[in-house]
């Protein structure tokens, strides 16, 4: 004859894997990788404390020319043509000053001298900044030693 725990034994099994199938599948907690990748879209923007010109203890400009030819500046520079989820930093500026209107653009005055950002450029400013005119020196067969310039204007950089 059996004893009760013999009969009661496969069925406490039986009921114990059937509650654990039952649970919902929990995901890997293991860090797959050294960091875990968040997208731009999902992150924001963390505003900065106002600053009092009073408990500013020191200030400078600096300026900086980027080179495009050098290697750490290439992934600012391509894709030369936009594609669908990427454009070089040129793209992203000109997009920001000509379509969206989200970053102003200053003149450095007559001279390249003004660095003090006074005066705004117009729209129609930097649309004329924007064309390249490339001009060419051609000769006259009809005239001899005579030479004219042929100009031509297109859209830079794309």
């Given amino acids: 004859m059996k004893h009760a725990s013999d009969i009661l034994r496969p069925c406490l099994v039986g009921l114990g894997l059937l509650v654990l199938s039952a649970l919902p599948v ?7 990788g050294a960091y875990i990748k968040e997208h731009t879209k999902t992150k924001r923007v963390v505003p900065y404390t106002h600053i009092r010109e009073a408990d500013v203890m020191y200030a400078r400009r600096v300026w900086r ?7 750490i500046n290439h992934p600012l520079y391509y894709p030369t043509t936009p594609i669908s989820d990427r454009k070089s930093l040129f793209d992203v500026i000109r997009q920001a000053l000509l379509t969206d209107g989200s970053i102003t653009a200053y003149s ?31 000769d006259d067969p009809t005239i001899r030693g005579s030479s004219f310039k042929s100009s031509r204007r297109s859209p830079a950089f794309g």
């Fill in 65 to 71: 020319e980027l080179d495009m030819r050098e290697k």
């Fill in 108 to 138: 450095s005055g007559l001279l390249d001298d003004d660095d003090e950002f006074k005066k705004p450029l117009l729209a129609s400013e930097l649309k004329e900044m924007f064309l390249r005119v490339d001009t060419q020196l051609t």
């Fill in 26 to 32: 929990i995901g890997q907690t293991v860090l797959d």
